[in-house]
């Protein structure tokens, strides 16, 4: 991080906002001043104003931090948003390509010609040229590629071939690595040598004549113990260590679990090949929980809040045709007892009622079991005793909340036996709620699949239908 | 961390818990051998056994990270949990109770003696501590209290006062200071004599000799500078500080915009009073994510996966309880148009439709408002553009889904106008979805309320009540 630049909180954040969109207001104005009135002696006062209000610009963005950039131009419509980007120094395009949200990335590139999405790329490291990769245009990938030197050639397809959440695909390739039998002293002048250390190295790693790796030397274990030691002596051998084909989401939680910073990866012969930092697994999981939420919505990614109608449309538009579905068949239940509701209309008014409450009461099981099963807490053969307990809670919230609906509906259409129905109808649509919450996700979990996905539709589904079945056939049974 | 302890990944943590229970079983089998047969002759045999099963399960406890024993604590049920518990060497209870969740750690704590628990607090920090104490019976606090030095006495307080969710909460109060006119050299020096430096130092803070702070002078600094230079020289002056009432949140995303690994926190007189570091911000992210998913399924808190079924139905009932009332005002509302359902009976079946997919548009629109909020994208003023598009998201969708379920209707019950009304009703629903599911979350941050909370209780009750009156109102004023 460049020393001019400054630091922003949220607050300084929204200011600095405030003055790009101020500059970029007077900008347009002269624009279309000179649009109205196009005449010649007005070119030289236009191209003088105009330049001064781009170059305050340019200036204020130059103190930003990449960060900060890629914040304002999130927050700007697209036309305004390219403006900015036009003033951003080349040299600076890369690392602001990789901060922000992907939908955005993609209307920034749009806006780039090759040779300039080349450029931006020589300034990063091959694990973020990695990231980048997947959202360039064919032919730039292929002259980014040319341009690399034959090392960073194989680390680029290497780290391109992991496959997304996996521990390879976020691991890096700079690290410091010493041998274990030089002494502290060395170690340090070694260090000297450096302009710079790898970002967030809080650890060294020791290595064999073979790059096999032998332990770690923490910076603090390398400050506080006496340089004339040996890294032996000094270093940690129990060492948590990945493989590029482990899992993120284990690596997170192994991160989490031991408070590491940065860790190595190693390959199959213990050579380490990598490194995962901190920062990096910080991203994935705020990544990884904001795609949870955005699938739990059916929507199939983040949207760029500028972006058009129709992407929006397209982007919900999978998610509301499963619901028309499972909305249809609900209906169609419903339409096998036309003839019982025409008999007894204060069915149509409750019905929605048992379905409703027990969609509810689903959701929330599946949540908890959701959270249970990735936190590792839950094995397989625990579904017997969840179910138990889901069971119990079901039935007690079905007699409770039951009671107090069928008594509300005796009161409302002076009828006993219907308050009954209602009564039996929510607690058996809740047993059903809980039988599912349980089931579905334990069930995804033993076929290997993400038990968070989707769980909350077929809940859905199964308690509406079933509960306008439950409710609607217990009163044909007993009512009519 | 100490040397011995292994560190294991999420696989080798099953097997921990495995083994772990599997000596559970041999305990909790002789155990009951022993209750059958109660015979003097026997006693011996049993203590022998049962001493040996317990010496090898407390071996393996022992051999364990502290959070991987909170790992296994948590997945036993808890007889058995309480038994690993009493196994865990005392000094390492204070470690182990902070790693548990805070269902688990209430359980522990109950089956505490007053002498143990504070004990058990000896071996932490006083930002630990603070974490620990609105926990801890308050005679128990009193104790803790006592035993602590007056620095520490301050800390502690100071520590507790910060409300949960501020950065003052989060931060420690253990860090290296140094002033800016002493080498490098004496730095190196001066750090030497650490037995270990705080954890996850990346930085040490320069200071004035007030404590003010001057700027950061961060290990790699140190370690690739001249020995003989200035700290003055070497260090970085543009630093990201905080304070103690700013908001966790906010200096969360500030550790993630800037790739911090730890920063000072200062008082208003700049004097650096504590320091923020990344693990902790991580801690609060996974918690304030998860108590989000949580909110959202209307879950008051995180649920041992093996409380009661009554700790489970307090945990659930809020929700519940608001989902009946919101469903009950549906069920009115339905309720006023029964004799237009007792004419045409297809209404009781198609209304569903349009209730469930307006939710779940709505749904949709909130879920991306408030993410754009939370990203500081959206200021108020916003309000309109977006609602614009919106508003035309709902009207595309309304016409092409409305459009196919008014031709499913018109085809099912043979009534062109019936799938007229139906379109209709779909459209202006989602258009009522889109106009809530930017209103509500916007509405709430204007009025300063976090916009996250009860955004989709709000709209689907809306959409609900709105569909069935929207559908039945248009099909009683066109129909009948």
Chains 1, 2 share one sequence.
Not at 43 to 65: C, Y
Not at 272 to 286: A, C, E, N, Q, S
Not at 362 to 388: E, F, S, W, Y
Not at 459 to 465: E, G, M, P, V
């Amino acid at each position: 991080m460049s020393e001019e630049q400054s630091l922003n909180d949220t607050e300084d954040l929204q200011e600095r906002l405030r003055e790009v969109e101020a500059l970029l207001v007077r900008h347009r104005l002269v624009e279309e001043l000179v649009r109205r009135q196009d005449m010649p002696h007005h070119e030289r006062i236009e191209g003088l104003v105009h330049r001064q209000n781009l170059n305050e610009l340019r200036h204020k963005l130059d103190a930003m931090h990449p960060a900060d950039v890629a914040y304002v131009l999130e927050a700007l419509p697209l036309e305004d948003r390219l403006v900015v980007w036009d003033l951003v120094k080349a040299e600076r395009d890369g690392e602001i390509l990789l901060e922000v949200s992907d939908a955005v990335r993609e209307t920034l590139i749009d806006a780039m010609e090759r040779h300039e999405l080349v450029a931006a790329t020589e300034s990063l490291d091959t694990d973020e040229l990695a990231d980048l990769v997947p959202d360039l245009p064919q032919e730039v990938v292929e002259d980014v590629f040319q341009a690399l030197p034959p090392e960073e050639q194989a680390q680029l397809r290497a780290a391109i071939s992991y496959p997304e959440g996996t521990v390879g695909a976020l691991m890096d390739f700079d690290m410091v690595t010493v041998r274990e039998d030089v002494t502290l002293e060395v170690v340090l002048r070694y260090l000297r040598r450096f302009d710079e250390l790898p970002e967030h190295t809080d650890k060294i790693f020791v290595v064999d004549r073979d790059e096999r790796l032998e332990g770690v030397l923490t910076l603090e274990d390398l400050l506080i113990h006496d340089p004339d030691s040996d890294v032996r002596a000094a270093m940690k051998k129990d060492v948590v260590r990945f493989h590029p084909e482990d899992e993120a989401e284990e690596a997170a939680q192994a991160f989490e679990r031991y408070d590491l910073v940065s860790a190595p990866v190693a390959d199959a012969e213990n050579r380490v090949i990598g490194r995962l930092t901190l920062v990096t697994v910080v991203d994935f999981i705020r990544e990884a929980s904001e795609a949870e939420q955005l699938a739990n919505a059916g929507l199939r990614e983040e949207e760029d809040i500028f972006a058009s109608v129709w992407d929006s449309v397209k982007n919900r538009w999978a998610w509301l045709a499963v619901n028309l579905v499972t909305a249809f068949v609900a209906s169609r239940v419903i339409g096998i007892f036309e003839t019982s509701i025409e008999r007894l209309v204060a069915l149509a008014a409750l019905m929605p009622i048992v379905a409703g409450i027990g969609g509810n009461s689903g959701n929330q099981t599946v949540t908890m079991i959701v959270r249970a099963i990735a936190m590792g807490q839950v094995k397989p053969d625990a579904t017997r005793r969840l179910l138990k307990k889901e069971l119990g809670v079901a039935l007690i919230n079905g007699v409770l909340w039951g009671g107090l609906l069928g008594a509300l509906a005796w009161w409302l259409y002076e009828d006993i036996s219907l308050g009954l129905v209602m009564t039996a109808a929510m607690t058996l649509n809740l047993l059903l709620a809980a039988f599912a919450g349980v089931g579905i996700p334990m069930l995804r979990q033993r076929l290997g699949a993400d038990p968070a996905v989707g769980g909350s539709v077929m809940i859905t589904a199964l308690t509406d239908s079933g509960g306008f079945f439950i409710f609607l056939g217990l009163a044909t049974l007993f009512l009519l």
